[in-house]
């Protein structure tokens, strides 16, 4: 990774009146030593100082952060939402990276460096010289149990998890089965519970022993956390109640036609609905034929 | 009894207040009082000494004030004595003062090896969380994983203290005052303590309901052999349920024994005036 300090030499303002990547070197310094930390304690919730952007906390401040602290100059950028590259969301978020550091952006999952992502991880298997940029809008996966920071802090130091095993058997007695659907609570690397943001049941067993850093910001609650490498991460189940991910029974992609990838549901104007992938990417791949590694 | 004690108690005091070097020469029955004429603090309890045994039932008793109740809340790290030690045999061997334990030790002390009933079920239970799930909460704590056999050990105590077994997945908020008491024993008792402490269980309920959760205290206790310790004003609960007494007045041990000893031959004046007022 290029230092700050090489960085502003070399390249000095991409735009007018702007730092490289938008944020000041200071600000990119310390995102960058909160990520360190983060990546140091995996699973922990390190607090940093959120920065203003042009853009609404709330609508991906903490991943934006994230990715404009670490692209340099040979970095290749790809941002979707919900999968999707070509959603408003993603294109604002790529443009204004593209615009302040005039870094090359991709849609194709291979050739990306940084993958920003609202809520979902991509079909196809990252790299270990690939990035995967969480945002996150809750980072406390304790929250349910515990309104008070300070205490679900305290709870995160000494392992005091009980009363969130108890909301997961609750959940079993109200409902049968474990509940949740986006955002499933796991344990990281055997010590901390984390808040994988909401992406789907279908991408979390891909946080396990992934080749690739795994990175998460909360820009509104100024958390960042991280799942490095080769690091577990097993979701929160009982010897009974297992974890299943979500499964679309006889359902394919409308367009690609494939089986085996998270699918949304389209509801169409005559009432009838179809499926089609939700990472488009993936889709469009399949659609060419092309070669995809999977998980 | 030639066991080793479960429970080993000494110098227990609990000063409120900053305290000073009267405080303890000042204090007592002897002055009949417990705050501190030169400082003010109020003296809880002190030099509190005390060893329980396995499966025996240890009664403390004394009027309100008499620091009975700082004692126990100090064993369940409620509160934090000023000075003393307590030893429980199942932690660290019984080498280390469960006083000196972290933060991490403390929860497994409260959660796994010590039950604690309180007077008031809203203290001792979640409303909000099922009964069987108040019951899970001390499973989990205890790294059980399985939700069949968190229900099958749930159902068991609550089956035992006599709390419907459909009412399982009912929240306690909505439960009667005896029933959430029964529910707080059930949680108390269900991963088999090491130590059960026992506040004025039954205070607040009414006669009958008093009776019957007494009996099953008891109960309980004859088939597991547990140690309790209980404390109470009410001499007929300690009647009913104590092998051995120990007398608190103004936070200190007036008199200890054989609960039949204690109660038929009182020894100190004022265990002969709590008898007598009690008869």
Known sequence: ?295 | MVDEPILSVRGLTKIWGRGCDACLDQTGPAHNRNTCPACGAIVACADVALDLYPGEVLGIVGESGSGKSSVLQCLYMDLAPNSGEAFLSTFHSGRKSIWEATMRERRELRAILMGMVYQNPRDGLNLMVTAGGNIGERLLAADWRHVGQIRARAADYLHRTEVPIERMDHLPAYFSGGMQQRVQIAKALANSPSLVLLDELTTGLDISVQAGVLDLVRDIQHREGLSVIVVSHDLSVIRLLADRTMVMKMGRVVESGLTDQVLEDPQHAYTQLLVSSAA
């Open chain 1, 1 to 295: 990774m290029v230092s700050v300090a090489t960085l502003s030499a070399t390249h000095g303002e991409a735009i007018s009146g702007y730092s490289y990547g938008f944020l000041d070197a200071i600000s990119r310094r310390e995102i960058r030593r909160a990520l360190l930390k983060a990546v140091a304690i995996p699973g922990y919730q390190v607090p940093f100082g959120s920065r203003e952007l042009p853009i609404a906390r709330g609508w991906g401040t903490g991943g934006l952060q994230i990715t404009l602290s670490l692209i340099g100059p040979g970095d290749i950028l790809k941002v979707i939402d919900q999968g999707d590259d070509a959603s408003v969301n993603a294109q604002n978020l790529r443009r204004l990276a593209e615009k302040t550091s005039g870094i090359e952006t991709t849609t194709e999952t291979a050739r990306a460096t940084i993958i920003q992502t609202r809520h979902r991880v991509p079909e196809e298997r990252l790299r270990s010289d690939q990035v995967l940029v969480l945002q996150c809008p809750i980072p406390e996966p304790l929250r349910r149990v515990e309104p008070s920071t300070s205490v679900a802090r305290r709870m995160h130091a000494e392992g005091d998890y009980s009363r969130m095993w108890l909301a997961i058997y609750e959940d079993i007695v109200r409902r049968g089965e474990l509940g949740g659907a986006a955002g499933y609570p796991v344990l990281v690397n055997g010590r901390y519970i984390m808040a994988p943001t909401p992406i789907p049941r279908w991408d979390i067993p891909r946080l396990d022993m992934a080749e690739c850093l795994f990175l998460i910001g909360a820009g509104r609650e100024k958390r960042v956390y991280a799942v490095p490498p080769y690091t577990s991460v097993v979701p929160l189940e009982f010897e009974d109640y297992r974890f299943e991910v979500e499964s679309f029974p006889g359902q394919r992609c409308a367009r690609c036609g494939s089986g085996d990838s998270f699918l949304d549901e389209v509801n169409l104007a005559d009432g009838s609905r179809l499926f089609t992938c939700s990472d488009t990417a993936f889709c469009d791949a399949m659609q060419q034929n092309e070669e995809v590694v999977r998980w």
